[in-house]
T-cell receptor, first 110, second 115 residues
Framework: GESVGLHLPTLSVQEGDNSIINCAYS??????FIWYKQESGKGPQFIID?????DKRQGQRVTVLLNKTVKHLSLQIAATQPGDSAVYFC?????????FGQGTELSVKP | DTEVTQTPKHLVMGMTNKKSLKCEQH?????MYWYKQKAKKPPELMFV???????INESVPSRFSPECPNSSLLNLHLHALQPEDSALYLC??????????????FGPGTRLLVL
């Protein structure tokens, strides 16, 4: 069946560096993708989304890249801050269901 | 305002208790969801309501009973739960169930412990 997965379960970066979190998806018909940030003890927080007719979308300090050829999604965080420490989930959405990846835990070292 | 609220924040219950989780949104969204999340795992979909009608039940045991009293409220009634049901229960909402995908906004969750 369809699945959305992440390449790395944990990522540790130095404060101020850029972070890149990767995600692979298997359903080539997927049309809409979302990145969520989940801090300890909280619900997932929407960060940024992208539709399949785009390759790149930028937000404040975050950029999502979509490569449909290899079915790959990435989240780039510029100038990573301690407040960015969290688990990041990519999710594929279609027909009312969110299919989550396994998550990457981002740890920011001061 | 993209806020979804959930009560209570924490709940401890015995296996013979009956309790309810509550969720509320005032964004005018017509789709609402219940998810279950275990530690270090992604959320798992349980139920989807669209226009106050149950649209999806992901084969959830009958000890979990959802209810949508109106378009802003979603409840999850719990009865005779097992210790393995201990988890974070998340509510989410979206504008609708668009085939091309809708952004879902999550509440803070209810941390449930079943003894």
């Amino acid at each position: 069946g369809e699945s959305v997965g992440l390449h790395l379960p944990t990522l540790s970066v130095q404060e101020g560096d850029n972070s890149i979190i990767n995600c692979a998806y298997s359903n080539s018909a997927s049309d809409y993708f979302i990145w969520y940030k989940q801090e300890s003890g909280k619900g997932p927080q929407f960060i940024i989304d992208i539709r399949s007719n785009m390759d790149k979308r930028q937000g404040q300090r975050v950029t999502v890249l979509l490569n449909k050829t290899v079915k790959h999604l990435s989240l780039q965080i510029a100038a990573t801050q301690p407040g960015d420490s969290a688990v990041y989930f990519c999710a594929e959405n279609g027909g009312g269901k969110l299919i989550f990846g396994q998550g990457t835990e981002l740890s920011v070292k001061p | 305002d993209t806020e979804v609220t959930q009560t209570p924040k924490h709940l401890v219950m015995g296996m013979t208790n009956k309790k309810s989780l509550k969720c509320e949104q005032h964004m005018g969204h017509r789709a609402m969801y219940w998810y279950k999340q275990k530690a270090k795992k992604p959320p798992e979909l349980m139920f989807v309501y669209s226009y106050e009608k149950l649209s999806i039940n992901e084969s959830v045991p009958s000890r979990f009973s959802p209810e949508c009293p109106n378009s802003s409220l979603l409840n999850l009634h719990l009865h005779a739960l097992q210790p393995e049901d201990s988890a974070l229960y998340l509510c989410a909402s979206s504008q609708g169930l668009g085939e091309r995908g809708e952004t879902q906004y999550f509440g803070p969750g209810t941390r449930l412990l079943v003894l």
